[in-house]
């Protein structure tokens, strides 16, 4: 199976026409590639490379991806990504395109054990 790129993609792209594509998202995301790293989403992938440039801007600090927290009795929740500001307070970002009933879950959890707000971008 392959992915179904436009006519014009595959035009500026031909290497794009044997490309393999993996199975079905749930949520119908696209995985992507940046920065060498590979993310379950675009967003995921851009938001990430946004952050990298703004820590070798060292506009932010110490950016830390796919952090775990444990936010109950074997229950942990992933950060997309953990940094610094400029102020040095912990920002917790997570790149959500679509929010399901276990991250609200996990969210609340974070969010009443650690007293700390998770930004959606």
Known sequence: MTYNFSPDVLKLNPELADLKTEPASKYKNARAEASGMRFQSGREAAGVSKLILLEQAKQIFSLRLQVKFPVASGVSYIADAVYLDSKLQVRIVDF???????????KRLFEEKFGMEIEEA
């Not at 395109?97 to 879950?105: D, L």
Request: proline share 0%; no cysteine; net charge positive.
């Open 96 to 106: 959500k395109g679509f929010k399901t009933k276990e991250y609200r879950i996990k």
